[in-house]
């Protein structure tokens, strides 16, 4: 069993800050490459930001320069530090990792969203 568990979301206001973290737990042997994708109403889900477990990373157009993504290795985390926050950042953030289970084959795992609302 495997659990991806989010933290530090919630409402800030336009040009604030926010760092989503993400815990992955379980019966891990390995993960590769971590993830955040969003969320918001009426849209599909997005790619926002991601880094491989080299720590080479890729953002979307719309985060670059605002958004950082890191990672600890040593304690299967991978963070995402949000500056210049804007409205059209608000959205249901979901971390993502392609990690293999003891005894299993690599899948891509998810976890539950934290909601990130950017308002005045």
């Known amino acids: 069993q495997v659990q991806l568990v989010e933290s530090g979301g919630g409402l800030v206001q336009p040009g604030g800050s926010l760092r989503l973290s993400c815990a992955a737990s379980g019966s891990i042997f390995s993960i590769d490459d971590m993830g955040w994708y969003r969320q918001a109403p009426g849209k599909e889900r997005e790619l926002v930001a991601g880094?491989?477990?080299?720590?080479?990373?890729n953002y979307a157009d719309s985060v670059k320069g605002r958004f950082t993504i890191s990672r600890d290795n040593a304690k299967n985390t991978v963070y995402l530090q949000m500056n210049s926050l804007k409205p059209e950042d608000t959205a249901v953030y979901y971390c993502?990792?392609?990690?293999?289970?003891?005894?299993?084959?690599?899948?891509?795992?998810w976890g539950q969203g934290t909601q990130v609302t950017v308002s005045s």
């Open positions: 993502n990792a392609d990690l293999t289970m003891v005894g299993w084959n690599k899948k891509p795992y």
């Open positions: 880094i491989t477990n080299g720590g080479r990373t």
